[in-house]
């Protein structure tokens, strides 16, 4: 898969998202200062959501978590979140200024419209939507890929969604994702990521709502090749979605650590090849055989007799064994070095 100028799957880098989503709590000025953040953060891409009230919504719509007193029901919610279209257009063109991905999930078929003529290069679909196939055939019918997470989906509904958005030739990557916010340990699922790609055949990452780092690096390490994280300023921000995302900081040493991680995974090592390379500091810190007090010629040697010292030029501390019992042919001075070509026996 493809997305602008990033390559993503096996054998490339990890392409990284700061999942926003409602974090910015209907500010256009604190969604631009998210966007500066991630950018900093060295990740790939900032993602929103695309909310639009009036076509995802009706006043009986109950609340997941209901933390904003003026509000009276979640269809008031998401009208507060709600931004124009020159507001997304900005929002668009300062990502691309700073050299990030735009990404921002839709909730309905007029948030597809107002994004795609916006020029999102990919779609991100949100767990709840997996089983809307009609705004998945709409978003498979523009070409662009298509990101699923798969928090609430079973193994036939990823079926059924894959099969929709294959038939129109969509790129498709998958998403392990728990719907859990905070997600504990015991629930996010990093077995899945390798099922995944079995099954499937594409590229597959984690949606992580962990609040850590930990889950992201460890998917990583088995093979995940797309990682989102939600990201807030600070854990003490008030929304929804505090508890289950990473700071800004955090976010670039998850960035960091990812990098890091692919580096080593990207480096095998041959050890009788790299120690080979580090013969001389295996000498610098290596244990010889010294003689602990004087010996005369004719002694035979006792572990009493050893000490096992630095360096390591001489007879190798794992020859001892193979010293004790052998006769002197010459006399020792205490501290002396013992070399195997003066012992018998």
């Not at 209907?26 to 959501?49: D, M, R």
């Not at 719509?61 to 008031?76: I, M, N």
């Not at 290596?286 to 010292?309: F, R, V």
Request: proline share 5%; hydrophobic share 40%; with cysteine.
């Amino acid at each position: 898969m493809k997305i602008e100028e990033s390559q993503i799957g096996n054998g490339f880098p990890c392409f990284i998202i700061g999942e926003i989503a409602q974090a910015h709590d209907g500010s256009l000025g604190a969604a631009h200062a998210y966007i500066e953040s991630v950018a900093k953060s060295g990740a790939n891409s900032v993602k929103f959501q695309t909310h639009i009230a009036e076509a995802e919504s009706t006043p009986d719509e109950k609340f997941r978590v209901k933390v904003f007193p003026q509000d009276a029901t979640r269809y008031d919610y998401w009208r507060r979140m709600e931004f124009s279209k020159e507001q997304w257009a900005g929002l668009f063109d300062h990502a691309r200024q700073k050299g990030l991905i735009f990404l921002s999930t839709p909730f309905s078929f007029e948030a597809v419209e107002l994004l795609d003529r916006l020029g999102v290069p990919a779609w991100k679909v949100g767990s709840g939507e997996v089983g809307n196939l009609p705004m998945l055939e709409m978003m498979a019918r523009t070409g662009k890929p298509i990101l699923l997470s798969s928090g609430m989906s079973s193994w036939s509904d990823l079926d059924d969604a894959f099969a929709v958005i294959k038939k129109h030739g969509a790129e498709i990557a998958l998403f392990q994702c728990t719907t859990a916010y905070p997600c504990p340990p015991d629930k996010i699922g990093l077995n899945l990521i390798g099922e995944m790609k079995l099954r499937y055949g594409v590229p597959v990452g984690l949606s992580d709502h962990s609040g850590t780092i930990y889950p992201s690096l460890s998917a990583v390490t088995l093979g995940a090749n797309l990682i989102e994280v939600h990201t807030v300023f600070s854990k003490e921000c008030f929304g929804p979605d505090v508890s289950a995302s990473v700071t800004t900081k955090e976010l670039q040493q998850l960035v960091d650590g990812i990098r890091f991680t692919e580096a080593m995974m990207m480096a095998p090592m041959d050890k009788d090849r790299e120690a080979e390379e580090k013969k001389e500091l295996s000498i610098l810190f290596g244990k010889s055989l010294y003689c602990k007090t004087g010996l005369q010629k004719g002694h035979i040697l006792t572990p009493q007799d050893i000490a096992l010292k630095k360096p390591g030029t001489g007879m190798p501390a794992r020859m001892l064994d193979n010293a004790v019992g052998k006769i002197l042919k010459r006399d020792y001075l205490a501290g002396e070095q013992l070399k195997e070509s003066d012992l018998d026996g």
